[in-house]
């Protein structure tokens, strides 16, 4: 399985820009590179998720490296409900094992 | 709305016992699939089931058991032989249409406690 590497934890302060990054050197031409973020006692909500070009949503942004082999998660305002665990997921959709395989991802504070 | 409903929220259960989770979704997903939590980790996967009637074991599947008899519900009994049960447990969903990427659905969760 590819596999993806983050910082354990950042902080930001609110109102201005986060930027998450997301390491996968070992990311294979149809992986999939995913966001979630999961706030206490609740389940992962999706955050986004692209192959190749940079992906805007109502939520974030995804900047992917020309080379795929890194991207960042971008968070225009941080506000505090922002502040959760952020995990970078790398997902092949025609692979055999195709779930999606949560690390430890990075926790976001946001202060006020 | 659609979504994920995963009951009950807290479960207690007696050792020895088999207690059942129940989730269901009206998203009209293929996929289903359920994953246990331990405190301050990640995510592993118990079970999934891309189409009705078949199910797939994820990595840690021993102690546990699922049925699909329906799309839109993926129950999950744990059973006595699962020795540490006590978890946060998530239910999810997702399109399935290969090649092409959808993202999970996630329930709320379903706390057990073993007492």
């Known amino acids: 399985d590819a596999k993806t590497t983050q910082p354990n934890s950042m902080e930001s302060n609110e109102e201005e820009p986060v930027h998450l990054p997301c390491n996968h050197s070992?990311?294979?031409?149809?992986?999939?590179i995913h966001w979630y973020r999961q706030l206490p006692s609740q389940g992962p909500e999706y955050v986004i998720h692209?192959?190749?070009s940079n992906v805007n949503n109502r939520m974030a942004s995804l900047a992917i490296a020309e080379d795929r082999k890194s991207s960042t998660l971008i968070l225009h305002r941080a506000t505090l409900r922002d502040a959760a665990v952020y995990y970078c997921?790398?997902?092949?959709?025609?692979?055999?094992?195709?779930?999606?395989?949560f690390g430890s991802g990075t926790q976001l504070t946001v202060l006020p | 709305d659609g979504g994920i409903t995963q009951s009950p929220k807290y479960l207690f259960r007696k050792e020895g016992q088999n207690v059942t989770l129940s989730c269901e979704q009206n998203?009209?997903?293929?996929?289903m699939y359920w994953y246990r939590q331990d405190p301050g980790q990640g995510l592993r996967l118990i079970y999934y089931?891309?189409?009705?009637?078949?199910?797939q074991k994820g990595d840690i599947a021993e102690g546990y058991s699922v049925s699909r008899e329906k799309k839109e519900s993926f129950p999950l009994t744990v059973t006595s032989a699962q020795k540490n049960p006590t978890a946060f447990y998530l239910c999810?969903?997702?399109?399935?249409?290969?090649?092409?990427?959808?993202?999970?659905?996630f329930g709320s969760g379903t706390r057990l406690t073993v007492v």
């Open positions: 999810a969903s997702s399109v399935d249409r290969v090649p092409y990427d959808y993202g999970y659905t």
């Open positions: 070992t990311i294979s031409g149809t992986d999939y």
């Open positions: 692209g192959l190749t």
């Open positions: 997921i790398l997902r092949d959709p025609e692979g055999s094992a195709r779930q999606l395989t």
């Open positions: 998203l009209n997903h293929d996929a």
């Open positions: 089931s891309q189409i009705v009637n078949d199910f």
